[in-house]
């Protein structure tokens, strides 16, 4: 761990362009790395936020062959989407870029030319799946299979989602192409490996000796495990027509594989910030004294504390970060987020339905941050945490202090008389959260820093609750403006504390004391005064700065879930297997007929089961059907059924059933009836 670092590098992991940006991305890393950035800025540290967007690899290509466009235009939609995202929400970048940029691919070819001059690639013909339908060699994610070490027949050829195994598309069982369908074929192609095994020592002594007590252990045990287990050499290239063009001769056709490529954007965003900033970019990412730290997803460990810092070691001269503190994941009621299944809570949706709230989802997201292990997001939990924590708490705070003293003072701020003891310790307190939420935000528990962020707010609700000014007012005038001045105090150091995490509502409550936001966060203890009497604040009636949300706006929300719920049920539902053939004269034994139910009602102490009178065209009949638990007897009378009449009769519960109504389900497993066409008269057979 770097002690007084003279600047920082933090970087986020570079999102893929090919969709929209979801809560699970907000959660696992651009809010932690937010709340870090804004917070060493208020400490007045030297920052380097940087991200960008993933541009290459099969997912663009999968994309692109999915809409039926390019990937340029892929790339150029999402880009697009997922940049305002991220500045909706005020994640606060020094530098956005592309890999697509040719900053980046310069930089890209010119680090795997580095280290193809000094000989630490390795050269080597191998088998690869290939699709001759296709006519291409299949990257990862071009192929499924079932997985070789939990039977899931759905893994892909780098990964296996459902046990998390990472694999070699070489590895599948049964492999099948996803462009065509048909089983590759294997077939000789050339690439170059970074040979990680060379590097088992290195990454031993520097991770798990070096870091064994300041890394989160979610990071540091998944590090160990790869270790333990043996590193591989890894492909560094790949035969696809999107990316980074290999820079050496003899790989034409060839792409550097995204993973190689992708972790580069950070130095040539870093690169294109400095450009313009007018910076030297080499401190950021050379000098020993730049603490480099990335902020990942559990998925991304692998790429992020084995295979990159093994390409800067090899490379020479670049620092290796400092700490990885990835998050696991976020599910979303009880189930995965999933981009494909449209299982997610898309940002650009989610400000539709909740115009500036931004802060309330990244309150939400961060209080249930997962920081340790997978968490669940649940509208209700969002809801109780708006109307309870940040509403009642911390919005009534404010709006109480700001209120009073407009009511009390017309917006100047009073001259405190003597402080007691009572005030003399809120004081005290008030000048101790800064350095206890420094702690937690510099151990990457953002969680914990968050709740102590609410514990000064109520403090503050305490201190008003127990002093109560809006009744002393009537009888010590002077006291309540020793109160309120306390009050505001604490209301100031808020305005100060919560950026980080709340940078909207900071913003506001600034906006409230007319204050010019330029309070760094060691000011809050180190000054005698944060808000000095006879400053003027904002006169005129304020807004809430949270406003409770309904059930009904609550509902609409699980109600969309469910419909992707249902959509997605239909779409993977399966119709079952033909069954064993039969001849004619069997079908033509079955004689079905077109009825009308004329009456309906329940049989007595069977849940399941109606007994219906059903005009046949023959006849009158009583039929026993278990339907009771889709349909009400009143619903159904005079629907148009399909009977097989001359099934023999059978007795249920006593009454004698004398045919059958033909049924289905629909893709939610509801059950539906069999119709005939209105025109069909009742007694006409079906043949």
């Given at each position: 761990m770097?002690e007084?670092p003279?600047?920082?590098?933090?970087?986020?992991?570079?999102?893929?362009?090919?969709?929209?940006?979801?809560?699970?991305?907000?959660?696992?890393?651009?809010?932690?790395?937010?709340?870090?950035?804004?917070?060493?800025?208020?400490?007045?540290?030297?920052?380097?936020?940087?991200?960008?967007?993933?541009?290459?690899?099969?997912?663009?290509?999968?994309?692109a062959?999915?809409?039926?466009?390019?990937?340029?235009?892929?790339i150029?939609?999402?880009?697009?989407?997922?940049?305002?995202?991220?500045?909706?929400?005020g994640?606060?970048?020094?530098?956005?870029?592309?890999?697509?940029?040719?900053?980046?691919?310069?930089?890209?070819?010119?680090?795997?030319?580095?280290?193809?001059?000094?000989?630490?690639?390795i050269?080597?013909?191998?088998?690869?799946?290939?699709d001759?339908?296709?006519?291409?060699?299949?990257?990862?994610?071009?192929?499924?299979g079932?997985?070789?070490?939990?039977?899931?027949?759905?893994a892909?050829?780098?990964?296996?989602?459902?046990?998390?195994?990472?694999?070699?598309?070489?590895?599948?069982?049964?492999?099948?192409?996803?462009?065509?369908?048909?089983?590759?074929?294997?077939?000789?192609?050339?690439?170059?490996?970074?040979p990680?095994?060379r590097?088992?020592d290195f990454?031993?002594?520097?991770?798990?000796?070096?870091?064994?007590?300041d890394?989160?252990?979610?990071?540091?045990?998944?590090?160990?495990?790869?270790?333990?287990?043996?590193?591989?050499?890894?492909?560094?290239?790949?035969?696809?027509?999107?990316?980074?063009?290999?820079?050496?001769?003899?790989?034409?056709?060839?792409?550097?594989?995204?993973?190689?490529?992708?972790p580069?954007?950070?130095?040539?965003?870093?690169k294109?910030?400095?450009?313009?900033?007018?910076?030297?970019w080499?401190?950021?990412?050379?000098?020993?004294?730049?603490?480099?730290?990335?902020?990942?997803?559990?998925?991304n460990?692998?790429?992020?504390?084995?295979?990159?810092?093994?390409?800067?070691?090899?490379?020479?001269?670049?620092?290796?970060?400092?700490?990885?503190?990835?998050?696991?994941?976020?599910?979303?009621?009880?189930?995965k987020?999933?981009?494909?299944?449209?299982?997610?809570?898309?940002?650009?949706?989610?400000?539709?339905?909740?115009?500036?709230?931004?802060?309330?989802?990244?309150?939400?997201?961060?209080?249930?941050?997962?920081?340790?292990?997978?968490n669940?997001?649940?509208?209700?939990?969002?809801?109780?945490?708006?109307?309870n924590?940040?509403?009642?708490?911390?919005?009534?705070?404010?709006?109480?202090?700001?209120?009073?003293?407009?009511?009390?003072?017309?917006?100047?701020?009073?001259?405190?008389?003597?402080?007691?003891?009572?005030?003399?310790?809120t004081?005290s307190?008030?000048?101790?959260?800064p350095?206890?939420?420094?702690?937690?935000?510099?151990?990457?528990?953002?969680?914990?820093?968050?709740?102590?962020?609410?514990?000064?707010?109520?403090l503050?609700?305490?201190?008003?609750?127990?002093?109560?000014?809006?009744?002393?007012?009537?009888?010590?005038?002077?006291?309540?403006?020793?109160q309120?001045?306390?009050?505001?105090?604490?209301?100031?150091?808020?305005?100060?504390?919560?950026?980080?995490?709340?940078?909207?509502?900071?913003?506001?409550?600034?906006?409230?004391?007319k204050?010019?936001?330029?309070?760094?966060?060691?000011?809050?203890?180190?000054?005698s005064?944060?808000?000095?009497?006879?400053?003027?604040?904002?006169?005129?009636?304020?807004?809430?700065?949270?406003?409770?949300?309904?059930?009904?706006?609550?509902?609409?929300?699980?109600?969309?879930?469910?419909?992707?719920?249902?959509?997605?049920?239909?779409?993977?539902?399966?119709?079952?297997?033909?069954?064993d053939?039969?001849?004619?004269?069997?079908?033509?034994?079955?004689?079905?007929?077109?009825?009308?139910?004329?009456?309906?009602?329940?049989?007595?102490?069977?849940?399941?089961?109606?007994?219906?009178?059903?005009?046949?065209?023959?006849?009158?009949?009583?039929?026993?059907?278990?339907?009771?638990?889709s349909?009400?007897?009143?619903?159904?009378?005079?629907?148009?059924?399909?009977?097989?009449?001359?099934?023999?009769?059978?007795?249920?519960?006593?009454?004698?059933?004398?045919?059958?109504?033909?049924?289905?389900?629909?893709?939610?497993?509801?059950?539906?009836?069999?119709?005939?066409?209105?025109?069909?008269?009742?007694g006409?057979?079906?043949?």
């Amino acid at each position: 761990m770097i002690e007084n670092p003279k600047r920082y590098t933090i970087t986020a992991a570079l999102p893929y362009t090919n969709g929209p940006i979801h809560i699970g991305h907000l959660a696992g890393v651009y809010v932690p790395a937010d709340i870090y950035s804004r917070y060493l800025r208020l400490q007045g540290k030297d920052v380097a936020f940087i991200c960008g967007s993933d541009e290459h690899g099969v997912a663009i290509s999968m994309k692109a062959k999915k809409e039926g466009i390019t990937p340029q235009e892929v790339i150029d939609k999402y880009d697009g989407i997922i940049r305002k995202s991220f500045e909706d929400f005020g994640i606060s970048f020094n530098n956005y870029s592309r890999t697509s940029a040719k900053i980046h691919h310069d930089t890209a070819s010119e680090f795997f030319r580095t280290l193809y001059d000094k000989g630490d690639f390795i050269e080597e013909v191998t088998e690869q799946l290939y699709d001759a339908k296709a006519n291409q060699f299949l990257a990862d994610r071009f192929v499924v299979g079932t997985c070789p070490k939990c039977d899931n027949p759905e893994a892909y050829g780098d990964q296996c989602e459902k046990c998390g195994s990472t694999l070699n598309a070489t590895d599948l069982i049964n492999p099948k192409s996803t462009i065509t369908g048909e089983t590759p074929i294997l077939k000789e192609t050339k690439h170059w490996f970074l040979p990680l095994d060379r590097y088992s020592d290195f990454l031993t002594k520097w991770i798990l000796i070096g870091h064994k007590n300041d890394w989160k252990p979610n990071v540091y045990g998944q590090v160990k495990s790869w270790i333990d287990a043996g590193l591989e050499p890894r492909a560094v290239t790949r035969d696809l027509d999107w990316g980074i063009d290999v820079p050496v001769e003899g790989a034409e056709g060839k792409k550097l594989y995204v993973w190689f490529d992708a972790p580069i954007g950070y130095i040539s965003s870093t690169k294109e910030w400095a450009a313009r900033e007018g910076k030297d970019w080499e401190p950021y990412w050379k000098d020993q004294d730049t603490k480099l730290v990335h902020f990942i997803g559990k998925d991304n460990i692998v790429f992020h504390c084995i295979i990159f810092p093994a390409m800067l070691k090899a490379e020479g001269s670049y620092i290796l970060p400092d700490n990885v503190p990835a998050n696991e994941f976020l599910n979303l009621e009880g189930n995965k987020l999933s981009t494909s299944k449209n299982w997610a809570v898309w940002l650009h949706e989610y400000l539709e339905d909740f115009p500036e709230k931004q802060d309330v989802l990244r309150y939400a997201l961060t209080s249930n941050a997962p920081e340790t292990k997978d968490n669940d997001f649940t509208w209700k939990d969002f809801q109780s945490r708006n109307n309870n924590e940040l509403a009642d708490n911390l919005g009534n705070f404010v709006n109480r202090v700001i209120v009073l003293t407009q009511k009390y003072y017309e917006g100047v701020i009073p001259q405190p008389n003597d402080f007691n003891e009572i005030d003399e310790k809120t004081l005290s307190e008030l000048k101790a959260y800064p350095a206890v939420i420094a702690s937690s935000i510099e151990r990457y528990r953002f969680r914990e820093a968050l709740n102590e962020l609410m514990n000064l707010s109520r403090l503050g609700n305490k201190y008003l609750a127990d002093e109560e000014p809006w009744k002393l007012i009537k009888t010590d005038a002077e006291r309540v403006k020793t109160q309120m001045y306390v009050a505001l105090q604490i209301t100031t150091a808020l305005s100060v504390l919560a950026e980080p995490f709340l940078p909207f509502t900071a913003k506001k409550i600034n906006a409230l004391l007319k204050l010019d936001g330029n309070l760094k966060w060691n000011e809050i203890a180190d000054s005698s005064e944060l808000i000095a009497p006879g400053h003027i604040i904002q006169t005129e009636k304020a807004d809430v700065l949270f406003n409770k949300i309904e059930d009904s706006e609550i509902q609409k929300q699980i109600d969309k879930l469910e419909a992707t719920k249902t959509a997605n049920l239909a779409e993977s539902k399966q119709p079952e297997p033909q069954k064993d053939l039969i001849q004619f004269e069997d079908f033509a034994k079955m004689d079905i007929r077109v009825g009308t139910i004329l009456e309906a009602e329940k049989m007595p102490k069977a849940n399941k089961l109606l007994v219906l009178k059903v005009d046949t065209g023959i006849d009158v009949r009583t039929i026993v059907s278990g339907i009771a638990e889709s349909f009400s007897p009143e619903e159904i009378i005079g629907k148009r059924v399909s009977v097989l009449a001359n099934l023999a009769p059978r007795a249920l519960r006593g009454v004698e059933s004398q045919g059958m109504i033909l049924m289905t389900t629909n893709a939610e497993g509801k059950l539906v009836f069999i119709n005939p066409d209105a025109d069909a008269p009742n007694g006409e057979t079906v043949n």
